[in-house]
Structures are given as structure tokens and as C-alpha cells.
């Protein structure tokens, strides 16, 4: 059962998708399968994730639920008929993950969905505006949000 990634994906550290490690105690590093001993002295190390590509080809008997998370589409028959959505439900689960991937707060899935926000400024947690942005609407969301904003007088 196959699936493609919509986008790029952390994953184990494997051959095909290797993982940065450094050894902190002899400073020796390199990529590769996952480990946890420094191939050089032993000591414990730590690896960065190995990273899948957008685009990259799952062949795995649970693909059908990276379709379901709306993180991959189906990319054989019998992905498809396992995930059992239509083009319209896929798209629902794939914007869904995408809110998610963007940190969007609960209270402002409406305001994302409508266009009036893509995400926050890390400065002060403001909207970042959409393509539909009013100040009205966001100066009410100001006034009902849980979070403080600190703005300049
Ligand atoms: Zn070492």
C-alpha cells in the first residue's frame, strides 16, 4: 500500500534518510542510520532526525492513515479504497493538518479558514493578515483572547 507525502517529514534516521550525530565527548560527527554510541568512543550521542522529501513514496501496510492526518495522498488503489475519502474530505484533512503545522490556535480556526489570518508575529502574537484581513475582526479576536499582547503606547 503506497502514499506520497505531501511535504517534507522528519523521520527514524535510516541509510536512505540519514540523521546528523556529533559526539560531544570526542567531537567526532557524521550522518547516517540511527545510532546512540559514538561509533569512535562509545560515549552517548545525540541525532538529529533523518528527513523525508514532499514527494517521497511510503510503502507500508498503514499508509492509508498518513492519508487520514492529511499529511499524504494515496498513491495506489488500495490506499485509496482503505482511507475511504473523497477528493472534498482529503482536502478537509489536509487543511486541518496544515492549521496544526502552522500553530494556529484553536479559537482562530474560523479566522484562518476565512482568510482573515495566516498565523501570528512572533513578536507579539498579532495576525499575521490573510488574503480577507479586517482590523475589526481583529480587534475583536483581541479583545476575547486568552493571550496577553503587549502592544507599544
Ligand atoms: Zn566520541
Redesign the pocket.
Known sequence: MKARLLREEDCRPSAEYPGVWR??????SGSGPKLS???????V?GQRTGTMPAGTVIDNPDAWKLVLMGVAVPEDEECKERAGLNAAELAVRQAAQERVRLGIAPGDYQAFDDGLMVGYNPDDGSWKPGPNYDEAAWQERKQNSPIIIVEDE
Open positions: 559526539c560531544r565527548a570526542c567531537n567526532a554510541r559514538c561509533p569512535k568512543c562509545t560515549s550521542v
